[in-house]
């Protein structure tokens, strides 16, 4: 699902921010998702997506570390889950640029929560759960067994994109309940700065 919830960027001296962060997520989107593609299906899309900053900064403050996850129905609503885990120093730092680095996602919250957050890897499958959801998927084999890996897509938060299958993607929330297994799941590295 390409809901990004990415503003519009450019790049320059005076840049407000910079950002590198990995992402995974699932969506109820069958394989692969075309939004990713720039093409939005009609479609319902449900999704989660996990939203892990390695390094950046929004106006001087540090954002290495902070993480949370987004659960949506594309172009409806979201519902943010953010790391309870996080320092006050980064939480004050997430509520000064999420509205900014993820305008999208912010004007369809209809909620932000601080949660418990469990990240798990392994070579082959990431699992990621908050009290609302649960995301567990594994990697797609390409040719000879490898990773299949899609670069240049039309969006600044797909570099070097992964495809994975949901093995199971579930949430339940008073905004909606689903599960899904077989669907779209991603991994890929946004790269933003504005």
Request: net charge negative; charged share 20%; aromatic share 10%.
């Amino acid at each position: 699902m390409a809901l990004s919830g990415v503003t519009s960027l450019s790049f320059g001296a005076s840049e407000r921010f910079s950002m590198i962060a990995d992402l995974a997520e699932c969506c109820s989107c069958e394989i692969p998702c075309p939004c990713n593609y720039g093409l939005p299906t009609e479609l319902r899309c449900d999704g989660n997506r996990l939203i892990e900053i390695r390094s950046g900064h929004f106006e001087g403050a540090d954002l290495t570390g902070i993480r949370f996850m987004v659960t949506f129905l594309m172009g409806n609503w979201t519902r943010i889950h953010i790391d309870e885990s996080m320092t006050p120093a980064q939480q004050e730092t997430f509520d000064k640029m999420f509205p900014v680095i993820f305008a999208g996602f912010d004007r369809l919250s209809r909620s932000k929560h601080r949660v418990p957050f469990t990240v798990e890897r392994g070579t082959d499958r990431i699992r990621f759960t908050v009290p609302e959801s649960t995301v567990e998927m594994k990697l797609m084999a390409g040719l000879g067994g490898e990773k299949i890996v899609v670069n240049g897509l039309p969006n600044p938060a797909y570099h070097e994109y992964v495809q994975f299958m949901s093995v199971n993607h579930r949430h339940s929330s008073t905004d909606a309940t689903w599960e899904y297994a077989g669907t779209n799941g991603f991994t890929s590295v946004m790269r933003v700065s504005g």
